[in-house]
Nanobody, 124 residues
Framework: QVQLVESGGGWVQAGGSLRLSCAVS????????MGWFRQVSGKEREFVAG????????RYSDSVKGRFTISRDNAKNTVYLQMNSLKPEDTAVYYC?????????????????WGQGTQVTVSS
């Protein structure tokens, strides 16, 4: 059973930064593509960023490109999302997810395992 636990969410003023972490249980972490998604109440969950198994490739949504950075530490079974220049529209619950795909696919149906989510609130 793979378990994902996010941390690092909170409240921040516009222009500020937060770093999210996602700790993943199990020895197969290095075989998963990892992704971050976010969801606002009443809206669909949307892709934010993804990273390949060895961290060599990343992919971002247009709305966060240049502001957010995804990375992973396979020795620590952890994936990170560094969020800079935050905007009020970044307010959402952020989820990390693990995929058995071989490439980064920005759709929720390709991710088999999900964390419980962490709230990020950006005030103007």
């Amino acid at each position: 059973q793979v378990q994902l636990v996010e941390s690092g969410g909170g409240w921040v003023q516009a222009g500020g930064s937060l770093r999210l972490s996602c700790a993943v249980s199990g020895r197969a972490f290095g075989t998963y593509v990892m992704g971050w998604f976010r969801q606002v109440s009443g809206k669909e969950r949307e892709f934010v960023a993804g990273v390949t198994q060895n961290g060599g490739r990343t992919r971002y949504s247009d709305s966060v490109k240049g502001r957010f950075t995804i990375s992973r530490d396979n020795a620590k079974n952890t994936v990170y999302l560094q969020m800079n220049s935050l905007k009020p529209e970044d307010t959402a619950v952020y989820y990390c997810a693990a995929s058995r795909a071989v490439v980064i696919i920005p759709t929720t149906n390709m991710y088999a395992f999900w964390g419980q989510g962490t709230q990020v609130t950006v005030s103007s």
